[in-house]
């Protein structure tokens, strides 16, 4: 089973900075690795798949390069509404698994 | 509106048995994989089961392999999930979640459309 490690666990940023959310797999997930968000109380919305591919309505501040082991999600100038939590999750091999997320607050 | 709309969640005791349902609108629900996922409180997302768009193939995590039951309706456009022998940590959030992708388990196999979800508190 494939773990899923995403670093950091919190990060605290200011509305207007980019943040950089790192999603690691103990072994190669190709480019099957897809990227969510999640608000408090609320379902994850997907922001990423195909490692890189915006899924539909996703603003361009959102961006996800990587392949392999190493996955990166990108926020170039965060918006107040992009406080929330991060979720990375890989469909290369079963079982389905999610990373434990990485919480961006408001510093 | 495309949207999908869990219930049937409740407290229920250790070793009871629940059934969640999810309501699909808005899409073509038969043509459509279709799969649960569930986030115990304040914890992170896990994976439960996936269901093929005729119900003919299902798959299970082993921490709900042979207790939980994946099945669809498609003339009511609605997913289930059947929970026998439930435990303290099957307590969560239950999501219904539609298959983003194209190709045969696991590939394709992100998820997005998602439901609000419905909670599922097991406790004596």
């Known amino acids: 089973e494939i773990v899923l490690t995403q670093s950091p666990g919190t990060l605290s940023l200011s509305p207007g900075e980019g943040a950089t959310l790192s999603c690691r797999a103990s072994?190669?997930?190709?480019?099957?690795l897809a990227w969510y968000q999640q608000k408090p109380g609320q379902a994850p919305r997907l922001l990423i798949y195909g490692a890189s591919n915006r899924a539909t309505g996703i603003p361009d501040r959102f961006s996800g390069s990587g392949s392999g082991t190493d996955f990166t999600l990108t926020i170039s100038r965060l918006e107040p509404e992009d406080f929330a939590v991060y979720y990375c999750q890989e469909y290369g091999s079963s079982p389905l698994i999610f990373g434990g997320g990485t919480t961006v607050e408001i510093k | 509106e495309v949207q999908l709309l869990e219930s049937g969640g409740g407290l229920v005791q250790p070793g009871g048995s629940l059934t969640l349902s999810c309501a699909a609108s808005g899409f073509t629900f038969s043509s459509n994989p279709m799969s649960w996922v569930r986030q115990s409180p304040g914890k992170g997302l896990e994976w439960i089961s996936v269901i093929s768009s005729n119900g003919g193939t299902t798959y299970y995590a082993d921490s709900v392999k042979g207790r939980f039951t994946i099945s669809r309706v498609n003339s009511k456009n609605t997913l289930y999930l059947q929970m026998n022998s439930l435990r303290a940590e099957d307590t969560a959030v239950y999501y219904c979640?539609?298959?983003?992708?194209?190709?045969?388990?696991?590939?394709?196999?992100?998820?997005?459309?998602w439901g609000r979800g419905t909670l599922v508190t097991v406790s004596s």
């Open positions: 072994q190669s997930v190709s480019s099957n």
């Open positions: 979640a539609k298959k983003g992708g194209s190709g045969f388990y696991p590939n394709g196999w992100y998820f997005d459309l």
